[in-house]
């Protein structure tokens, strides 16, 4: 065989190489028009967007890594900044990290196993790590945004600002537990993604509906818990 010759291993490597950028593409497309739905929704506080997002950039990180979900965290915050968002570079900055500090844990800890208890504890922990970095960050950068003292942040934390990232960690980790193992699967039937990765929550022999109807439960609590926090219930 010549040496510049393409195995077929490579040819299917380079294929898949190539259908992984355009799938990341259309999930960062797809992830920027939820963004943009989702600013019809009313600020919880006069500032707190409920963004859904994550959900789309949390899938394309289960099945491509956390280096992928980094970088749609980063696309779709530039994307938005450069069109929709009127907060700014500091706006663009809070949202790479909030969206890159809940997704990427996730999708770390579930990568490692491929299994729905990893999702479940990765998700959990991307709450937590969402929670407590825009807990850090808000203090650090809502005075300098709004011009308001830091003590009025404090003021804020527990009433507003740990419930709110708090409720939107859960209703983006409910949908994502209800949408990846479908998403995934029709994207391996169109040979988008390799057939060996599998999907939380799905089992070839049998499917499994406890994981599915625990995230149904999961998101209608949070959607009840953001209506609550707009002042709707």
Known sequence: MPSDAITPTQHTRSLYNTKSLV???MLTALAYAVMAVCKVIPPIGGFLSLDLKDTVIAIGGFL??????LLMSVAVSFLEFLTVSDTGWIGLLMNIIATAGF???????????????????GLITGIVCLTV??????????????????EAVVDMLVPLIIPFNLVKGILNSALIMLLYPPVSTALRKIQLVPAHQSAPGEVKAKFNYVPTVISAVVLVTGILMALAMMGIL
């Open 64 to 69: 491509y890594g956390p280096l992928a979900a």
């Open 23 to 25: 799938t990341m593409a």
């Open 103 to 121: 997704v990427c844990p996730a999708v770390y800890l579930y990568r490692r196993k491929h299994k729905t208890s990893a999702a479940v504890v």
């Open 133 to 150: 970095l825009m807990v850090l960050w808000n203090y650090i950068m809502t005075p300098i945004f709004w011009g308001m003292p830091r």
